[in-house]
């Protein structure tokens, strides 16, 4: 996600402020200040990379001099407390190279501001924070009068509207989210959590404990004021406006908690008072909404606004999974089924997918062949006439989905963007697969079937919650998945050890402790002393594979980047000193200041559609010419291709036109989710969870090691502990007493069906897989250890293949009997569960374990009870059954 800002401010005398000491600053130049016959000298200023004076038709050319301009202004204007210039400030997409961010913003101050008359002094700067980070923003001085020929007029008041700050947000985000998709660009800005109140938190520094103690030392009391005036003024704009505080903390969460919120306000305020002042304000704020406890007895909040996305999601996911447009003859289905190569989940997976419903769910674990069992699907789709089209959030996934399954595939975020804009629209008769979708999030996953649903088209998602969660608020996936069913892919394919493969199923279902043990088992789990001695160790393992079988492919990996950086380095040391490396040549990238040589492994990290590269491209530079200074730097690389490394095509780069690269020895986490290699080498930090070990352990077909600091994660078991934490993230939907409580609400707006269409359509779904399956004819093949399988959401009805239902029925057998007879034996209508007669929740009737499905919803807080008490009790005794362990949670609810 693309970091959106957008903040105009007054530039007034009577805060001691001179319009030629701003302008010389923001363009980092020498001006003479005539009123103060003084100059202010900032030439020695870094990081501005454009600075340019932009005319309204009309002005005098003598206003492209920036002292004349200014200076012009400071003489024009004789209060003491005058308004000299407006300045706006906005951040650009770091993703762009300077020459792309440039054009954006020289496109939109010309647009929005010199349009209007007004003269704009633009100034770029480019700056890189302490992370290595580009911190790209711009500046825009704007005069505040009329402009002729003659030189300044009037007041021109109307510039002072509101309004016109609104505008100038809106089309900031959507010029920007245009140029993104035209470039590619898998990101986005999103800033409709502010547009609705036209204000923003501005960004603070941030002063640490040792900023604290330089102040008190006398050091940076400058800075640490500015923050602190900051503070203030973003803890004002709460007060104001308190539901930016709510809007901000669910950019990324669905939920939250108290301390969540307590931990934001105290960022965003500037002392005791102020904070107790917010917090008042923000509790008392009509748009926050009390959820109930989560599984660790922590009372969750949201948003209204919040509520809504997911509810629209659910409906429109019930919708398509009832809604049956998309029907593959019989025949056609039968002969993907049976075709070689395909093993039995793979089989059922590609009979599923293929049924008529609008709406399927494929959950697989790493590794399992999805991309295999896809590329026969989409045969069997082109032959029935439907047109096959592929996304994913990331451009490495979408590249995989395409060279995986031969589905065309693009970013989400540029597919969106198409769509706004009017091209490549979807249709009745198309099928869009989005694959990775456990890391989209509810508002992107409501977006995308909401779009698809009222077109007609059918939509395929596939992914595995277990893996990396969504960057932005929702676990949408899961909660899909929860409400239409899916069908699971279990068998691990990508390692070709056993044991291997199952240590990867531990991982997909959160043991991670067990399959830590198996590595540990086989030597490849390695404590040492200090981080750095453990860096160091996953770059031995990396140089003695590489020796020992140069033809295989393989990568280090790390959660955090600065150990990606120091992995990078030590590996091009080795290869340096190996003589393998042609001259070292300083490269300006996105990243800082890069070395690369002839020979170099180097990462594409920003999608390019002319240079034919996702983010996370691999290939190895072949050449490099020109240089930095004259601005003719280029590197010759040539691409990974489907042989591995040299095998690809040779694409020439332009360093001052594409910037996004880094060396390609190592990658995070997140980049390698997707990604398949021989050999891994894991830096396991105490940064890591649950999920990210599940993906750093499974990129492998032949081995992973695993190196972590004594230091930094403490003992074996301290290391099994962070690696075991579960950040899965929830939606509102997992509290369903919220919807009863807010039903009035949500129908007032249009959030959510009515509830009698609710109940029709739960009703539907709790029998649509099956008679679907008996209506088209299409047998199902069960793999014989399908009972003995433990799939990753055992404990919720999800499997539109109805396993596992026999302990149920057995459980029930009795009371049924019972339920079905009078005293005198003779047969009667009867409810099909014990607990027929309570209203528990309807919003809940999906999620009801299979012999249960007589629950008629309610709200009162027992019948919930009985409600989860029996649905913990099934998942228990399941769990027992298949020898595992019985979960912390089933236990707390029993």
Same mark, same amino acid.
């Given at each position: ?7 105009a401010k ?7 402020r001179?319009?030629v ?11 003479h200040?005539l ?18 004076i ?5 002005a005098?050319e003598?206003?492209l ?23 706006? @400030?906005?951040s ?6 300077q020459?792309?961010?440039i054009?954006l ?5 010309r647009?929005?501001?010199? @349009? #209007?008359g007004?003269?704009?002094d633009?100034n ?13 923003h ?10 002729d020929?003659?030189?300044f007029?009037a007041?021109?008041?109307?510039w002072?509207?509101? %309004?016109l700050?609104?505008t ?15 470039l590619?660009?898998?990101?986005r800005?999103d ?7 036209g ?11 040792a900023?604290?103690r330089?102040?008190?030392?006398g050091?940076?009391a %400058?800075?640490v004021? *500015? ?10 704009r ?9 809007e901000?903390?669910?950019r ?5 908690? #108290?301390?969540d919120?307590a931990?934001f306000?105290?960022r965003?305020t ?14 008392a704020?009509p748009?926050l ?16 606004a ?7 999601? @659910?409906e429109?996911?019930l919708?398509m999974?009832?809604?049956q447009?998309?029907?593959v ?8 089924m ?6 039995? @989940?793979? +089989? ?19 590794g ?5 069992m896809?590329?026969?699907?989409? +045969?069997a789709? %082109?032959?029935?006439g ?9 451009g490495i ?15 989400? +975020? ?10 490549d629209l979807?249709?009745?008769g ?11 999030g ?7 079937l909401?779009?698809a ?10 992914? *595995? ?5 969504a960057i932005e608020?929702?676990g949408a ?7 239409v069913?899916s069908?699971?892919i279990?068998?691990?394919? #990508?390692?070709?050890?056993g044991?291997?493969?199952a ?8 043991r991670?402790e ?5 590595y540990?088992a ?6 040492h ?9 996953v770059?031995?393992?990396?140089? %003695?594979?590489?020796?020992a ?9 790390a959660?955090r980047?600065?150990d990606v950086r120091a992995?990078?380095e030590?590996?091009r040391?080795i290869?340096?000193d190996?003589g393998?490396?042609?001259?070292d040549?300083l ?10 040589a ?13 240079l ?6 691999l ?7 020109g240089?930095?200074?004259a601005g003719?730097l ?5 691409? *990974?291709?489907?042989g591995?490394?040299?095998t690809g ?8 036109e594409?910037?996004a690269?880094?060396?390609?020895y190592?990658?995070?986490i997140?980049?390698?989710q ?5 050999? +891994?080498?894991v ?10 070990a599940?993906?750093?352990l499974?990129?492998h077909?032949?081995?992973? $090691? ?14 099994v ?8 993230k ?7 007493h919220?919807r ?11 959030l ?11 009703e539907?779904?709790?029998?649509g ?6 209506a088209e ?14 799939g990753m959401f055992?404990g ?13 029925k057995?459980?029930?057998t009795?009371?049924?009997a ?5 005293? $005198?034996?003779?047969?009667?209508e009867?409810?099909a569960s ?8 309807r919003?809940?009737?999906e999620?009801?374990p299979?012999?249960l499905d007589?629950?008629i919803?309610?709200?009162d ?6 409600e #989860?008490y029996?649905?913990a ?5 399941r ?16």
């Amino acid at each position: 996600m693309a970091i959106y800002h957008l903040h105009a401010k007054v530039i007034s005398r009577a805060t001691g402020r001179s319009a030629v000491a701003a302008a010389a600053y923001r363009a980092a130049s020498r001006l003479h200040d005539l009123r103060l016959d003084r100059d202010h000298d900032f030439s020695n200023k870094s990081g501005v990379v454009h600075s340019e004076i932009l005319l309204p038709d009309g002005a005098p050319e003598r206003f492209l001099d920036r002292a004349t301009l200014w200076n012009e202004v400071e003489a024009i204007e004789k209060r003491k407390d005058a308004q000299l210039a407006r300045e706006v @400030e906005f951040s650009i997409p770091r993703e762009m190279t300077q020459a792309q961010g440039i054009a954006l913003a020289r496109d939109f101050v010309r647009e929005q501001f010199v @349009e #209007r008359g007004m003269v704009a002094d633009l100034n770029v700067h480019w700056d890189i924070g302490e992370d290595g980070q580009a911190k790209p923003h711009a500046h825009v001085m704007l005069s505040t009068r009329s402009v002729d020929e003659n030189g300044f007029g009037a007041k021109e008041r109307s510039w002072n509207d509101k %309004e016109l700050l609104l505008t100038w947000r809106g089309r900031w985000a959507s010029l920007a989210n245009e140029r993104l998709a035209e470039l590619d660009l898998d990101v986005r800005i999103d800033h409709r959590s502010f547009v609705a109140q036209g204000i923003d938190l501005e960004p603070q520094n941030k002063i640490g404990p040792a900023g604290m103690r330089r102040e008190e030392r006398g050091e940076d009391a %400058e800075r640490v004021a *500015d923050h602190l005036e900051i503070a203030r003024r973003n803890g004002e704009r709460l007060l104001a406006e308190p539901h930016v505080a709510l809007e901000a903390l669910t950019r990324q969460q669905s939920t939250f908690t #108290r301390q969540d919120l307590a931990r934001f306000v105290d960022r965003h305020t500037a002392d005791a008072e102020q904070f107790s002042a917010v917090m008042v304000r923000v509790e008392a704020c009509p748009e926050l909404v009390a959820l109930g406890k989560d599984g660790h007895g922590r009372e969750r909040f949201s948003t209204r606004a919040m509520i809504g996305v997911e509810q629209r999601l @659910e409906e429109a996911s019930l919708a398509m999974g009832q809604s049956q447009g998309h029907a593959v003859p019989l025949a056609v289905r039968r002969a993907a089924m049976a075709r070689d190569g395909l093993g039995d @989940e793979q +089989a059922l997976a590609v009979g599923e997918v293929t049924k008529s419903r609008d709406l399927s769910v494929v959950v697989g674990y790493a590794g399992t062949g999805k991309s295999t069992m896809l590329g026969v699907a989409r +045969a069997a789709w %082109e032959e029935a006439g439907y047109r096959v089209r592929g996304a994913a959030l990331s451009g490495i996934a979408a590249e995989g989905l395409e060279a995986g399954s031969g589905i065309e595939s693009r970013t989400l +975020a540029s597919l969106e963007r198409a769509w706004e804009r009017g091209f490549d629209l979807l249709e009745r008769g198309d099928v869009l697969v989005v694959d990775e979708a456990g890391m989209v999030g509810s508002r992107q996953m409501e977006r995308v079937l909401s779009v698809a649903r009222e077109a007609g088209a059918k939509v395929v998602l596939l992914g *595995d919650p277990e893996q990396l969660q969504a960057i932005e608020a929702g676990g949408a996936f899961r909660a899909v998945a929860e409400r239409v069913g899916s069908v699971e892919i279990t068998t691990v394919r #990508r390692q070709r050890e056993g044991w291997q493969q199952a240590a990867t199923k531990e991982l997909a279902t959160g043991r991670i402790e067990q399959a830590l043990g198996r590595y540990e088992a086989a030597g490849l789990v390695r404590g040492h002393g200090t981080l750095e001695e453990a860096r160091a160790g996953v770059v031995a393992g990396w140089e %003695e594979a590489r020796q020992a079988a140069p033809e295989e492919s393989q990568i280090m990996l790390a959660h955090r980047r600065v150990d990606v950086r120091a992995l990078n380095e030590a590996a091009r040391e080795i290869r340096r000193d190996a003589g393998e490396l042609g001259d070292d040549v300083l490269v300006p990238t996105a990243q800082g200041e890069r070395v690369f040589a002839d020979g170099e492994r180097v990462y594409f990290l920003r999608n390019d559609r002319a240079l034919g590269v996702k983010n996370g491209t691999l290939g190895t530079v072949r050449g490099i010419v020109g240089s930095a200074e004259a601005g003719d730097l280029a590197m010759s690389v040539q691409l *990974d291709g489907p042989g591995g490394a040299g095998t690809g095509r040779v694409v020439s780069v332009s360093v001052a036109e594409y910037d996004a690269l880094d060396h390609g020895y190592a990658a995070t986490i997140h980049k390698s989710q997707g990604v398949t290699v021989d050999r +891994a080498h894991v830096l396991a930090t105490g940064s890591m969870d649950r999920h990210g070990a599940y993906v750093a352990l499974s990129r492998h077909r032949e081995s992973v $090691s695993i190196h972590w600091g004594r230091d930094d994660v403490g003992d074996l078991d301290g290391l099994v502990r962070r690696l075991s934490r579960e950040r899965l993230k929830d939606t509102t939907l997992d509290y369903p007493h919220v919807r009863d409580r807010d039903a009035g609400f949500a129908r007032r707006r249009g959030l959510h069906v009515p509830e009698s269409e609710i109940v029709v359509e739960r009703e539907k779904a709790a029998s649509g897989p099956r008679q679907d399956r008996q209506a088209e004819g299409v047998p199902m093949p069960e793999p014989a250890s399908a009972q003995q399988k433990r799939g990753m959401f055992d404990g919720l009805d999800l499997s539109v293949r109805g396993r596992n239902r026999k302990m149920e029925k057995d459980v029930l057998t009795g009371m049924e009997a019972e339920a079905g007879k009078g005293k $005198s034996g003779v047969e009667r209508e009867a409810p099909a569960s014990p607990f027929a007669g309570l209203r528990l929740p309807r919003v809940q009737r999906e999620q009801v374990p299979a012999g249960l499905d007589g629950f008629i919803p309610g709200s009162d807080p027992l019948q919930q009870a009985v409600e #989860r008490y029996a649905r913990a009790w099934v998942d228990a005794e399941r769990m027992v059954r298949q020898e595992l362990p019985v979960l912390e949670h089933q236990k707390k609810a029993l």
